[in-house]
C-alpha cells in the first residue's frame, strides 16, 4: 500500500510538472508569434547573417 501510494505521488509529480512546462512553452510561443508580425524566411535569415559576418570580419 504504501509503495503503491509512493508511485502515485511520483508519477502525478512527473505529470503535473510536464504540464506546467507545457504552459510556460506555450506563453512564450505565442508571445513571440504576437511580437513577430513579420517573419522572416530562411534565406532572408541567410542573408541577414551574412551581412552581419561581413560588417563583424570588417571591424577587426
Known amino acids: 500500500m504504501f509503495m ?3 508511485v ?3 508519477i502525478s509529480f512527473v505529470v503535473i ?3 506546467m ?3 510556460r512553452l506555450g506563453r512564450i510561443a505565442n508571445y513571440f508569434d504576437n511580437g513577430d508580425d513579420h517573419s522572416l524566411s530562411d ?3 541567410e542573408k541577414e ?3 552581419e559576418w561581413e ?3 570588417q571591424q577587426k
Open 8 to 10: 502515485i505521488l511520483i
Open 55 to 57: 560588417k563583424w570580419n
Open 4 to 6: 503503491e501510494l509512493i
Open 21 to 23: 512546462i507545457n504552459v
Open 43 to 45: 534565406e532572408e535569415i
Open 49 to 51: 547573417l551574412e551581412e
Open 17 to 19: 510538472s510536464l504540464w
